[in-house]
């Protein structure tokens, strides 16, 4: 049976926690291990390059492709940008790229384009190929995918703590708001549907100026996303999306100059690990390499 | 078992949740034309209808108890979108707890409290909740909500009630706009992590406040929630001492946690409270004194 927990446990198994210390999930960052066990840490890139808005407030779309070459190429292992891509996509595979099309932070178009250019680098016919959201259940090619490719911003939300590439899948289900319940804790089991289950080849999680903070659920202001010229990629949603997660949080800490939990807390990120067995949340269980710029990255 | 709440005599009157409901905004009375905007789209959702508009933000306000969303889109030639929200709650008291989710300064601008920035103005009035949005500021887009957030403010002709429990909360050293009003489980969790789970068995029946008081360095977290009756309001209690603080007694009401912070929990009649996060016995016991004093 699945352990309730309360900050009281948590501070009996992490008697070290500094008050106002690093949160996640409003919890200690040591105090994530909850029911899993011990085994081979999931690799996350992330990589940051100042110059990628240095031309105004649009992402140069040279670097974007650039930082996302060089993320696939740390993250696969391959020193050759081409055999990379090759070993994610394959020239049989018909691929849906799961974008996020939300009117107020949508993913950044360079980001679809990019992706696209890839797959289609790598050989795929472009009829084989969709970019979509809202529209995929009824999409040709992700009804008949044989990979995905899930790609969106990273972004503080409402009802789910977060949006980010878990729940990012919401829109294959018929019943999206089936996942509500209980601040969307059951959002890893989108992965069991048929449509999805086992197709996923890569999450990019962007954060080219991620939105850390909102004042109402339709809310995403400028005042309140920041620069970060990131992107997160990694084969393990839920390691992608905890990585994600501590620089949102961090940001917002740093921000308000105070403890600023988001509310409510990303409760799915941890259920997908300790409930849904996805992947790892867990820090200590994350290979998180870094690369480029590295000032205030909050992890 | 061993129940070691705090029981001392109930002084107060049930705070009312719902009022009868409201009747429909008269959201044709926008105007159709603004300046060189014009509406281009009509918004009206009732209930879970939401859920096709703002798919899972809809919660928050289903979790207030929401009636309904009415509203405009405005376009204009090369002007950037202005959008009116006007979200029904079932009462005033949910209304202004829709409110305290996004407010973190206190302003009156608008209605019975509000919140302008030069992309957003929200407020509540009455049983509603009201936003009014642009995607891009420019100087006709600034004034445009302005001019639709004072217009709406005086087409709602009464003001409503604040919930009754936020008298309770002692008033020394609470950060301005430093609490939040709700009766869902989920929003326990909106200042610090308390449990993964409805530790006190809030409802829609429980009127629940949490609050800051004392700088950042060294915050407390007074937890306040009135039951419908006091044997639910010993329930929960029971419950957050058991599962938070076993070691908690008559005798040692207050508990040292391993982060060196202070906890307790009691009742009073149908209330529950309790401080989280305390940074010393002596200030645990202050708060405690003034809440209970206030309850």
């Known amino acids: 049976m699945e352990k309730l927990i309360t900050r009281r446990d948590l501070l009996k198994k992490t008697a070290l926690m500094a008050v106002g210390g690093t949160l996640l999930l409003n919890r200690p960052v040591n105090a994530w291990a909850w029911g899993t066990e011990e085994g081979t840490k999931s690799k996350v890139v992330l990589i940051r390059n100042r110059q990628l808005f240095a031309g105004g407030n649009q992402p140069d779309s040279g670097i974007a492709g650039q930082m996302l070459d060089e993320a696939v190429r740390t993250l696969t292992g391959k020193s050759n940008t081409k055999e990379a891509w090759a070993s994610i996509v394959k020239p049989a595979d018909i691929v849906g790229i799961k974008t996020n099309v939300w009117d107020k932070f949508p993913t950044p178009i360079v980001m679809n384009d990019l992706l696209k250019e890839r797959v289609l680098q790598a050989g795929v016919n472009e009829t084989n190929v969709s970019v979509n959201d809202r529209g995929v259940k009824d999409d040709p090619i992700f009804k008949n995918a044989t990979a995905l490719i899930n790609v969106r911003p990273m972004r503080t939300h409402a009802w789910s703590g977060v949006g980010s590439c878990i729940k990012n899948y919401i829109m294959f289900s018929p019943q999206p708001s089936s996942y509500h319940d209980d601040s969307c804790a059951s959002l890893a089991a989108l992965y069991e549907l048929p449509i999805v289950k086992g197709k996923t080849r890569l999450h990019v999680l962007v954060l080219f100026n991620p939105l850390f903070h909102h004042r109402t659920p339709q809310d995403a202001s400028e005042e309140y996303m920041w620069k970060y010229s990131g992107l997160i990629v990694g084969f393990d949603p839920v390691a992608v999306d905890s990585v994600g997660l501590r620089i949102l949080q961090g940001k917002r800490n740093a921000f308000f100059q105070e403890d600023k939990p988001l509310n409510p807390p990303a409760k799915h990120i941890e259920l997908a690990d300790t409930r849904y067995h996805l992947g790892t949340a867990d820090p200590a269980k994350i290979e998180l390499v870094k690369l480029g710029w590295d000032e205030e990255s909050f992890v | ?295």
């Not at chain 2, 709440?5 to 409901?21: D, E, K, P, R």
């Not at chain 2, 409201?22 to 789209?41: A, H, I, M």
């Not at chain 2, 992309?119 to 995607?135: E, G, L």
């Not at chain 2, 891009?136 to 009630?161: N, R, T, W």
């Open chain 2, 1 to 295: 078992m061993r129940s070691v709440c705090l029981i001392i005599l109930w002084i107060m009157g049930n705070a009312s949740m719902f009022a009868s409901l409201p009747e429909q905004f008269p959201v044709d009375s926008l105007p159709e034309q603004l300046g060189l905007y014009r509406v281009t789209d009509k918004l009206n959702y009732t209930g879970k209808e939401l859920y096709d508009y703002i798919n899972g933000g809809a919660e928050l306000y289903l979790s207030y108890g929401l009636v309904s969303m009415t509203g405009c889109k405005y376009n204009g030639d090369d002007l950037p979108q202005v959008t009116v929200e006007i979200y029904e709650m079932t009462s005033a008291e949910n209304a202004f707890g829709v409110y305290t989710q996004g407010r973190d300064k206190e302003e009156y601008d608008y209605g019975q409290g509000s919140q302008s920035f030069p992309d957003f103005i929200f407020f509540w009035k009455d049983r509603y909740f009201v936003t009014v949005s642009t995607q891009e500021v420019i100087p006709e887009s600034e004034k445009a909500i302005q001019y639709m957030a004072g217009l709406i403010d005086k087409s709602i002709p009464k003001m409503g009630e604040k919930p009754a429990i936020i008298n309770d909360l002692p008033k020394e050293d609470l950060l301005p706009a430093g609490f939040l009003y709700f009766h869902h489980y989920i929003w326990l969790n909106a200042y610090l992590f308390i449990a993964d789970y409805n530790i006190i068995n809030i409802d829609e029946n429980c009127d629940a406040v949490l609050a800051k008081y004392g700088e950042a360095d060294a915050r407390s977290y007074l937890l306040l929630a009135a039951y419908s009756d006091e044997e639910k309001a010993l329930a929960a209690c029971k419950n957050l001492q058991e599962k938070y603080a076993p070691e908690l007694s008559v005798d040692s009401p207050f508990v040292e946690l391993e982060d060196k912070t202070w906890f307790t929990v009691w009742t009073r009649g149908n209330k529950l409270g309790a401080i989280f996060n305390a940074h010393s016995q002596e200030k645990t016991e202050k708060l405690f004194k003034s809440a209970i004093n206030k309850m």
